[in-house]
Structures are given as C-alpha cells and as structure tokens.
T-cell receptor
C-alpha cells in the first residue's frame, strides 16, 4: 500500500547550518506531496507542496523537489534559524485512491 | 477568519467516562478531518468527511470511537467508554475541495484518561 518514510530524528543543528530531511514515498498513480510543520503546542501548518514530477515547492527559505525517479521529496534549507525548531512531517496524497498519509515526523532542534 | 476551532483545549476524565470533542471548521470548507497524535504512534488520520458525509473511517480504532458531522459548521468525535490508551492530542482540520489542497489544523484537544 501507499506509505511515507522519513528520516528519524531528532536532528540537531547549529544556527546557519544546512538542513536536509529525507522523505521517500510509495504510491501508485501520480501523488501530490507535502511538507507540514508543527511548532511546539500548535497544530500542523502547510510549509510547501508539489503536485507533479520535477515541481519544486518553496516557502520561508525551505525547498523540496518532487523526484519521481527516486520517489523522494527531501526538504532542504540553506541556513536554519532557531525559530525553525519544530517537527516536520512529509505527506502524500495518492490521486488514484484518494488516500492521505503522513510520515512519522522529524524533530529539528536548532541551537544558537 | 478565526481558523479551525476546537473545544475543549484540555480534557481530563476517568476511565469509562464518555468524552466528546468538538470542532468548527473554517467557513466554506467542505472537507473535515480528525487526527490523533501520540508519541508512540505519531499522527493518525481517524476519519474524514466531505460535505458532511463520512468518506473514510478506516482509521477509527474501534467501536468505542464515533464521529458525526450534523452540518457544515460542526463535528464531534466521541469516545465511549474512554480508556487510558486513548490519551492523546486530537486534531481537527479542514480543507477546501479535497485532499490535494492545504489542510488547516485546529490547535488540538489534549485528552488525558486516568
């Protein structure tokens, strides 16, 4: 069945470091891909999305490219800030089956 | 817009009691989702509605859980009887025109069953 696999956390970085959080998916058809972020004590909010192969989603300095050949949607940011400390969730919607799956989440800690 | 509204924000109850969680989606949104988040199991989709009709309830853990959406502006998630393993944060989310569009999450209800 469809699924999403994220790298395990927590990820601890110093401020201004480069961030990569890996996400791979298994889905039939042509899924849409998402990254959501959850700040402490809050609900999730959409960070970025991509709906077709080679699309690049971007927001707040974060980017992710829809790679159909490797079934991946890795999240990157060139220079993280303390305020980026949160839990990041990769998610996939399988268009054929209208199902929605979240990954397990990756906690990011950014130290000053 | 006020966003998705959930109540109560915190609920503490004793095992065996009935618990009702409430959600008001963003006005005009036609999809409503209920999620459960725990450390052990992460974020789980329990059920979602489209135009007040339940579409997929395959994530509802067992018969003790039930969800209703009597109109476009209100939904409930009920647990009867509650058990300690139901302790979690329950999120409601809504979206416009489908799973492919952004889901807007409420602040969550933290449920503790003693």
């Amino acid at each position: 069945g469809d699924s999403v696999t994220q790298m395990e956390g927590p990820v601890t970085l110093s401020e201004e470091a480069f961030l990569t959080i890996n996400c791979t998916y298994t889905a039939t058809g042509y899924p849409s891909l998402f990254w959501y972020v959850q700040y402490p004590g809050e609900g999730l909010q959409l960070l970025l999305k991509a709906t077709k192969a080679d699309d690049k989603g971007s927001n707040k300095g974060f980017e992710a490219t829809y790679r159909k050949e490797t079934t991946s949607f890795h999240l990157e940011k060139g220079s993280v800030q303390v305020s980026d400390s949160a839990v990041y969730f990769c998610a996939v919607v399988s268009y054929n089956f209208n199902k929605f799956y979240f990954g397990s989440g990756t906690k990011l800690n950014v130290k000053p | 817009d006020a966003g998705v509204i959930q109540s109560p924000r915190h609920e503490v109850t004793e095992m065996g009691q009935e618990v009702t969680l409430r959600c008001k989606p963003i006005s005009g949104h036609d999809y409503l989702f209920w999620y459960r988040q725990t450390m052990m199991r992460g974020l789980e989709l329990l059920i979602y509605f489209n135009n007040n009709v339940p579409i997929d309830d395959s994530g509802m853990p067992e018969d003790r859980f039930s969800a209703k959406m009597p109109n476009a502006s209100f939904s409930t998630l009920k647990i009867q009887p509650s058990e300690p393993r139901d302790s979690a944060v329950y999120f409601c989310a809504s979206s416009l025109r489908g799973l492919h569009n952004e889901q807007f999450f409420g602040p969550g209800t933290r449920l503790t069953v003693l």
